[in-house]
């Protein structure tokens, strides 16, 4: 699990994002320049077969190969056991969101981190979002709420009322999940991704942000998470440290 965390300044309050990402690696016993061997087998027979349908792969002639267990461990022996799907995310930076707000007068302060799922995947990949608290962005008993679209879908434009304030999300990418796509004004309808728009909020459960169905290794698909909080003026926030701790997690289909 890797952890990272994002500041925000909000009249004297910090946000502070944190992620935890699952990650699934693989060995290589053979590399060079331009390929890499994951596992290799010495046998007589197999490859790939395929039909409309179907694809096979098999091997003959391997040496104890299968599956042994005992009560603590389970040993998956042979060339085809090897054959699991990949999966990597990498890290997301801290986030020191900017500007300053003030309780007051009000404004919105940003921030921004950026992480990349590679998978083998024939299938592609999910990458989900959720926050550990409710609402997010907490500071001892004081809290600032989490953002309310104005409908079933995110909004568009990101927008706060006088006396209030607001945390929100939004992915941008070429794999972002269609909730977030946009027409140019309208959300979850089109295939557009405006940048800086389809705001939404950080629940408890779940929540793809993006995914494919199909493999993209090995450059892998960058996803750009936005945040944004917004206070309107005289929203009384109180002053202090305000921490949102979210899970990222991504894995194979």
Not at 46 to 69: F, H
Not at 114 to 131: E, F, H, I, P, W
Request: glycine share 12%; proline share 3%; net charge negative.
């Amino acid at each position: 699990m890797v952890h990272t965390s994002r500041q925000l300044k909000i009249w004297g309050a910090v946000l502070c994002f944190a992620l935890a990402v699952g990650i699934t690696t693989h060995a290589q016993v053979m590399q060079s320049n331009s390929y890499r061997i994951e596992s290799d087998s010495v046998n007589f027979g197999g490859g790939r077969g395929t039909s409309a349908s179907y694809t096979l792969e098999d091997t003959a002639g391997e040496v104890g190969s299968g599956i042994s267990d005992s009560a603590s461990y389970r040993l998956s022996a042979g060339y085809q056991h090897t054959l699991v799907d990949y999966i990597s995310l990498t890290s997301a930076t801290n986030v020191t969101m900017s500007p300053s707000l003030g309780g007051v007068t009000g404004g919105s302060a940003n921030g921004s981190t950026t992480v990349t799922v590679t998978t083998d995947s024939a299938a592609g990949y999910q990458l989900n979002l959720k926050a550990s608290t409710s609402p997010a962005m907490q500071s001892g008993a004081n809290s600032i709420a989490d953002y309310t679209p104005s409908g079933a879908n995110p909004d568009f434009t990101f927008s706060v009322a006088v006396g209030t304030g607001e945390f929100a999300f939004s992915p941008e990418g070429t794999d972002i999940a269609s909730r977030y796509k946009d027409n140019g004004a309208l959300c979850n309808t089109g295939s557009g991704d405006t940048s800086l728009s389809c705001w939404d909020p950080l629940t408890t459960s779940d929540r793809t942000i993006s995914s494919r169905t199909t493999g993209n290794h090995p450059n892998g698909i960058n996803t750009t998470i936005q945040f944004r909080t917004g206070l309107g003026a005289n929203s009384g926030i109180v002053n202090g440290t305000y921490i949102a701790t979210t899970t990222l997690t991504a894995f194979a289909l």
